[in-house]
């Protein structure tokens, strides 16, 4: 008699009891183990059948549905030549998520304030002329205001238009399309400024709902066209009969505090100043000891005053507040001086104190410095005349606090540094390499992306760490071929953390940083359509190496074009050079996943990004 041991189901996505972010469709992936030579193997999910790869490794994209989901699989094994003892060998398994289901519309017969919608990250602090938006979820076609309790009464909201339920994944991996049956009504959005006179210590905001007007409610009803006549009256009245329901805000409200303004200064030694509580980055890598003006505050989070029309929004974990009485550093800025050092070119801002800043890279050839806190008394700029880099410098002062500098070059931007010593600020302007169109004798950083954080997982098990390192081993090896100084990150799975990885960069001097990834995607995007090869930049200055890169990387692999992108990715922030993150390709995919574990897909990509590499430096002075 035969014996063979039993198959295996190995799912590598998602995890028993994950919660994954998804509409109606999701993807799984893994692979059967204990599968002979001598054995057909099938399997389906949830009664679906699924292809089975070539190390019979699957992924599937599936229909789901909200709350607890349970993926059913069955591995089937049917011998190949006709076995007399043993005919079929099977085994299931099953892995549970959890999918937060989507909001759902409140039906018109009922009065309900169902919950707050993009409420604040907790309780506010708020002064004269900031403006309070309040938005929050109830049944449809009614009426709504809402009031602070000894402060102000009935400020009027209005219902907005369906709104999309937004997801990311889809919105920038996939198609972009939001399912109609997703839209939600019956968001109520209403504002209010806060006057000079209005001052209270805490107080809850209250949410009031009212029955609507007769024709608004009946033009609503008119449309549920199973209903008749009678009963849309009839869920009218049952409606007029509740005068109106109200609800008190998760969190609490500070008008006009004793306790603020007050200054902190910068604890950590690189922050950055954001738009919002959590929401874009306004300015990165604010240096320690920076001193500014706190105005408000919400949750954990502290809204700063940059000028008199400008704000930022740091943690509190970033900061240390000062004693009473201490105000930010106001600075008269007389002179500016620039000097050659040789490889850069410096310009030096004397100052009174520390301030925040700001760089915009304002097209190829000029940079627009934003000095927050300080005023003009500029009568000097003093040029160094052994250097012509820098055509020509300007300084304005469009309002109270902000002061800029326009820095014009006589050729195009190859990265800058920023930086304090004692209270004099330093923009320094780095210059190409020498001998730019050949590649010989750049120093150029590859990252093998992860580490200890295996990355994205593929089907059989193989890591995304694993397979960038094969990949950067491959292209430290052909870059030096062509003459380039290569420094490595990591040259095995030691762990290097993420933030050090820029930090080995600076410290060689690097010409050109390149990360190596390969891909994944979010919950509920379909893998089918949305993959392939991807790049991403992040300063305007590294947007003609990411093009030229990711030119060739297409051509190389034959993959679909998954994206170029601008993104937000720790690795690309450094401003000292250009950088860029590749994803050659998807991890989950089982034909990509067995391409990255060969030499010669390894050696394809290593081409692309070195041609790449190499047309970017060509095409560096021809604008």
């Not at 069955?74 to 005919?87: C, F, R, W």
């Not at 999309?164 to 991996?173: D, I, K, L, M």
């Amino acid at each position: 008699m035969q014996q063979h041991l039993q198959p295996q189901i190995k799912v590598i996505y998602p995890k028993p009891l994950q919660t994954v972010t998804a509409t109606d469709s999701m993807f799984i992936h893994g692979h059967l183990e204990n599968v002979g030579l001598d054995w057909n193997a099938s399997l389906t999910i949830n009664g679906f059948p699924v292809k089975l790869h070539s190390e019979n490794q699957f992924l599937a994209y599936v229909p789901i549905l909200p709350d607890s989901f349970t993926f059913k699989l069955e591995a089937l094994l049917t011998p190949k030549k006709k076995q007399t003892s043993l005919e079929l060998l099977s085994t299931t398994s099953e892995v549970r998520v959890y999918i937060p289901p989507p909001i759902k519309n409140i039906p018109l017969d009922t009065m309900v304030i169902s919950k707050e919608y993009n409420p604040p990250k907790g309780d506010l602090v708020l002064a004269a002329r900031d403006e309070l938006f309040i938005s929050f979820l109830g049944t449809p076609a009614h009426r709504a205001w809402f009031s602070i309790p000894g402060v102000v009464d009935s400020v009027p909201m209005s219902e907005a238009r369906p709104q999309n339920q937004t997801y990311w994944g889809e919105a920038v991996f996939g198609v972009g399309a939001v399912p109609e049956s997703l839209l939600v009504q019956g968001i109520y959005s209403g504002f209010w400024r806060v006057p000079q006179n209005a001052k209270i210590g805490t107080a809850q905001i209250i949410y009031h709902l009212a029955a609507p007007h007769p024709v608004a409610i009946l033009a609503r009803l008119y449309f549920y066209p199973f209903d008749s006549v009678a009963s849309r009256l009839s869920k009218y009245l049952r409606l007029k009969k509740i005068p109106s329901i109200t609800s008190n805000s998760s969190y609490r409200v500070t008008l006009n505090s004793p306790d603020f303004p007050f200054t902190v200064r910068f604890a950590d030694s690189i922050i950055t100043l954001r738009h919002g509580p959590m929401k874009g980055y306004q300015s990165i890598f604010q240096p320690k000891d920076i001193e500014a003006l706190v105005v408000g505050a919400e949750e954990d989070w502290y809204k700063i005053q940059l000028s008199k029309t400008q704000f930022g929004w740091v943690h509190d974990s970033s900061i240390e507040r000062l004693n009473p009485g201490i105000r930010p550093p106001v600075s008269y800025l007389k002179t500016i001086r620039t000097r050659s050092n040789g490889r850069n070119f410096v310009l030096e801002f004397p100052l009174a104190g520390k301030h925040p800043f700001r760089v915009i890279e304002e097209d190829k050839n000029t940079l627009r410095l934003q000095l927050f806190g300080v005023i003009t008394d500029t009568d000097w700029i003093r040029y160094d005349t052994d250097d012509t880099l820098v055509d020509l410098i300007t300084w304005s002062q469009p309002e109270e606090g902000l002061y800029e500098v326009k820095v014009k070059l006589n050729g195009r931007i190859w990265g800058f540094d920023t930086y304090y010593k004692g209270n004099t600020f330093f923009l320094e302007l780095i210059k190409p390499p020498d001998k730019l169109r050949s590649i010989k004798g750049k120093v150029i950083v590859v990252d093998p992306g992860h580490s200890a954080d295996p990355g994205a997982i593929g089907p059989t098990g193989y890591t995304e760490a694993e397979a960038n390192l094969g990949i950067a081993l491959v292209l430290k090896q052909k870059l030096e071929s062509r003459g380039a100084k290569v420094i490595m990150t990591r040259m095995d799975q030691s762990n290097v953390p993420l933030y050090d990885r820029p930090i080995i960069a600076k410290l060689n001097n690097a010409d050109i940083f390149v990360s190596v990834h390969n891909n994944a995607l979010p919950d509920g995007v379909n893998p089918y359509k949305n993959n392939g090869t991807s790049t991403y930049y992040y300063h305007p200055h590294s947007i003609d190496l990411g093009r030229a890169i990711h030119k060739e990387m297409l051509k190389a692999t034959g993959l679909p074009d998954h994206g170029f992108y601008h993104g937000n990715l720790a690795v690309n922030r450094p401003t000292q050079y250009p950088a860029v993150l590749v994803e050659c390709a998807f991890m989950i995919i089982p034909e990509q996943e067995a391409m990255l574990k060969t030499d010669a897909f390894r050696r394809k990509i290593a081409d692309a990004i070195t041609r790449g590499i190499e047309n970017f430096l060509k095409g560096f002075d021809r604008d």
